[in-house]
């Protein structure tokens, strides 16, 4: 089955830069979704399309896709950003929907 | 706002059955395709099902074929899932999500409910 690699966890200090990459076979063909999920919380979306942002996430949040991987940037990283992210697409024909193992982030 | 609302959890045996519910409110549910996720306690999302706006076409993951039905009534702004001969490894937080299309393909989940636990013993 198809499968998407992100690192199990990233840490930076607040106002830095963290990247969070996902990796999969499919993903020049397929695009890529962004959620990130509090501790005890639902997921929410926080990127479309590989690099659309929804409308009230905030703009130190982009995406953008390279070949087989996809990455997540936060630019300077607020404590509030402490959460788990997850990248979700679909195998190459489209029908079954995948999501990555989750990368932790951490706020030093 | 858009709301769903996840129920029908609980506490059930190995080899019984479940159904879930999620309500739905704030949009127009017959306009949007609608699935259900799932996540084990400190593991990830797992994706199980989606379906088509007026039900006709669903999908289901490789590991709940068989067992996971998914359903809607859009008269009443429900969606279902039907699980059948749970297993223990079937305990996990059951989300409901909205979702939309790319082209004319079902792509991503872009609201969330807050989840229903199933917890499966043995």
């Known amino acids: 089955s198809y499968e998407l690699t992100q690192p199990p966890s990233v840490s930076v200090s607040p106002g830095q830069t963290a990247r969070i990459t996902c990796s999969g076979d499919?993903?020049?063909?397929?695009?890529a979704y962004w959620y990130q999920q509090r501790p005890g919380q639902a997921p929410i979306l926080v990127i479309f399309k590989d690099s659309q942002r929804p409308s009230g996430i905030p703009e130190r949040f982009s995406g953008s896709s390279s070949g087989t991987t996809v990455s997540l940037t936060i630019t300077g990283v607020q404590a509030e950003d402490e959460a788990d992210y997850y990248c979700?697409?679909?195998?190459?024909?489209?029908?079954?929907?995948?999501f990555g193992g989750g990368t932790k982030l951490t706020v030093l | 706002q858009v709301q769903m609302v996840e129920s029908g959890g609980g506490l059930v045996k190995s080899g019984g059955s479940l159904r879930l519910s999620c309500v739905a409110s704030g949009f127009s549910f017959s306009d949007y395709y609608m699935s259900w996720s799932r996540q084990a306690p400190g593991k990830g999302l797992d994706w199980i099902s989606y379906?088509?706006?007026?039900?006709?076409?669903?999908n289901y993951a490789d590991s709940v074929k068989g067992r996971f039905t998914i359903s809607r009534d859009n008269a009443k702004n429900l969606l279902h899932l039907q699980i059948n001969n749970l297993r223990v490894e079937d305990t996990a937080v059951y989300y409901c999500a909205r979702g939309v299309l790319v082209g004319a393909t079902f792509a991503y989940f872009d609201n969330w409910g807050q989840g229903t636990l199933v917890t499966v013993s043995s």
């Open positions: 499919a993903l020049p063909k397929q695009y």
């Open positions: 979700q697409s679909a195998d190459s024909s489209g029908t079954y929907k995948v």
């Open positions: 379906i088509s706006t007026s039900g006709s076409q669903t």
